[in-house]
């Protein structure tokens, strides 16, 4: 339904990169990841966003001959999120730096496997049996590989996003906000 509302291929299994398009969030590495799917006709790139990496992200796809490969949304209002989510098959999150990146949150929530650098609150904030797929930053041979390997096993994507779905509740608003409530009274008692 999310691809049909979308106008997505129901034929093709859907990686989704959805953030800024900027160096900061590896923008500029998507083309060197994407060229490893040239010659899959089954696999579709889906970017969501917009930024200052635009230009060079499109001249890149371009010369390596992979607009086929890719469809670039642009900006997309917050509350079609969800949709993109539920259309994907993999989460590509590429970036340089983060913090506790709230998009990573989101698809997990969706159930959506992901594909992730190494960087920040990445690891912790993940379920243990996804760290195979939290990559060290740049190497976009091993992001293409480890792409490769959650989109060939359909299995393995519903095992992962089961326990994504179950380890991300752990950040509900309902369970962080007694947390941050208790911490302040605590504070406050010291001052």
Known sequence: EARKELYLPQDKKIVLFLHHLSHRKGAHLLPEIIKEFKNRDDILFLIAGDG???????EKLTTYNLQLTTRLEGSIPNPKVPLY????????????????????LEAMAAGVPFVASDVAAVREMTPPSTHEFVLPYGETLIFAEKIKKLLADEELRGKIASEEQEWVKRYDVSVIAPRYLALFQEMKKSL
């Open 52 to 58: 200052p990496e635009r230009k060079h992200l499109e």
């Open 85 to 104: 989510l539920a259309a994907s098959d993999v989460y590509l999150m590429p970036s340089e730096e983060e913090g506790m990146p709230n998009a990573l």
